[in-house]
């Protein structure tokens, strides 16, 4: 019984944590996480990034359909993303506009190549035209974590940063 009760308990936990629509980390949580991966890495002296992903359709994806229309493209991004991530790495909402991805282990030139290959995956997969007749596309802004760096909100904002000149330089493209 009492075992029962642990496992509701867990259960409860992580679906309180995760983004009912795209089954993945919720803001507030993978926040948490990155605050003790940086601690970690800090500790470890070993590199840490933090890809900021936006989904360069949402904008039409919400206007078309609202927020069930946003979905239809987040939804398999997300499973995408959950499929390709490394080992160790994790996924979760950046908010309503896209993911973000802790990637440890790292430099930034490899966490750049690391953000290329999730890109282009994202732009072969399959979707339903009348969801976006051109495909799906991502902005990507890469940051690393100095070594002395503590903030979460101060990398998670340098990541977005760079995500939104990526996406403000034609989309579908890498910026760190």
């Known amino acids: 019984m009492a075992g029962d009760e642990a496992a ?10 995760t983004d009912a629509p795209t089954q993945v980390l919720r803001h507030e949580p993978l926040r948490q996480l990155l605050a003790q991966a940086m601690d970690s890495a800090r500790l470890k002296q ?11 359709q949402l904008p039409a994806l919400r206007e078309a359909g609202g927020e069930v229309g946003a979905v ?3 939804r398999p991004t997300a499973d995408l993303l959950r499929e390709e991530i490394a080992y160790g790495d994790v996924v979760g909402r950046s908010g309503p506009d896209g993911f973000l991805l802790i990637s440890h282990g790292k430099r930034l030139l ?3 190549e690391y953000a290329e290959r999730l ?3 994202v732009t072969r997969l399959a979707i339903d035209p ?17 070594p002395d760096e503590r903030d979460p909100a101060g990398l998670i904002e340098q990541a977005r940063r760079a ?5 403000k330089n034609g989309g579908n493209q890498i910026f760190s």
Request: proline fraction near 4%; charge should be positive.
């Open 8 to 17: 509701n308990s867990v259960n409860a936990q992580r679906a309180a944590d």
């Open 46 to 56: 070993h590199p840490l990034s933090l890809l900021y992903l936006v989904l360069d």
């Open 72 to 74: 239809s493209g987040l």
């Open 110 to 112: 490899e966490a750049r």
């Open 119 to 121: 890109r282009a995956a």
């Open 130 to 146: 009348r969801i976006a007749p051109s495909g799906l596309s991502l902005s990507i802004g890469v940051a690393q974590a100095g």
């Open 163 to 167: 995500a939104q000149i990526a996406a």
